[in-house]
């Protein structure tokens, strides 16, 4: 299932744009009591298609968000795994390919990644790279630290600091690392090349069908002028590994997520 619903992505525009429910139904033409309705998930496409020029949202994206969920993703180097935060999950995702294996992010309790990781009986790690530090993502650092692993991140306590453009070869891979801030700032986005097909790990910049929510409205600007930026040039086979909810790819996000 996704990550976010349609009520958190038109939430999570509305204080983006610093905006009220009232300000938008009356910008699209629409009763408030019909937005109030459809924030609170009671969906209809047609409001759906109204409201989102309104919020600066994709209205066909929008329209078709109740029951979009991306195609699985064929590739047996990637490993999702999905581990528990407070009530809710948070993604690691694991990469083993012949020559190595790299992990991006580590959980929130401070040793579910190490147990999911034994649990799938995978090799010593060669790399760990963490792309922010919010609590769900760094959490279980400390264990791996003291297994020997010392990750990659920008502003990282205990890690190797890495900036983006900054590149990492890691056997037959190549780690490139790319600004997602707006969110969580810093952020780091990872290129991976070397793989079938081009991969981002983006944190909690983009998930499937939504973003990651933002403090102020200059914050959402500036993650959507990012998002811009990195995702702008990639191709629509580009592989998405978020930090919540499932993998996807770039062309189906272009098609159905309404940020984009």
């Not at 610093?18 to 629409?30: K, M, N, S, V, Y």
């Not at 937005?35 to 066909?60: C, D, I």
């Not at 952020?187 to 910049?205: K, Q, R």
């Not at 499937?208 to 500036?222: F, N, R, V």
Request: a negative charge.
């Amino acid at each position: 299932m996704l990550e976010d619903d349609f009520t958190y992505v038109i939430r999570k525009a509305f204080k983006g744009l610093a905006l009220a429910p009232g300000e938008a139904a009356l910008r699209a033409g629409l009763p408030e009591s019909e937005v109030m309705s459809f924030s609170r998930g009671n969906f209809s496409q047609e409001t759906a298609r109204r409201l989102a020029p309104v919020l600066g949202l994709n209205p066909e994206a929008l329209a078709k968000h109740d029951h979009y969920l991306p195609k699985p993703i064929n590739m047996p180097e990637i490993h999702r795994l999905d581990l528990p935060f407070r009530e809710e999950r948070v993604n690691a995702w694991l990469v083993r390919t012949n020559d190595q294996t790299i992990l991006f992010d580590t959980g929130y309790e401070p040793e579910s990644c190490v147990w999911a990781l034994d649990s799938i009986s995978a090799p010593v790690l060669d790399q760990i790279f963490i792309t922010h530090g919010h609590r769900d993502h760094i959490g279980g650092i400390q264990s791996f630290i003291k297994r020997g692993n010392i990750p990659y991140g920008s502003k990282i306590d205990g890690s190797w600091p890495m900036s983006p453009g900054e590149s990492i070869r890691c056997g037959s891979l190549v780690i490139r690392a790319c600004d997602l801030s707006g969110h969580f700032t810093p952020t780091l986005g990872f290129h991976i090349v070397g793989l079938a097909s081009p991969v981002l790990v983006t944190g909690d910049a983009l998930f499937a069908g939504s973003m990651g929510g933002c403090e102020t409205p200059a914050l959402y600007q500036h993650a959507l002028h990012r998002l811009h930026e990195v995702l702008s040039p990639l191709p629509d086979e580009t592989v998405l590994l978020p930090g919540h909810g499932p993998a996807t790819t770039l062309g189906e996000e272009r098609k159905s997520n309404p940020f984009l």
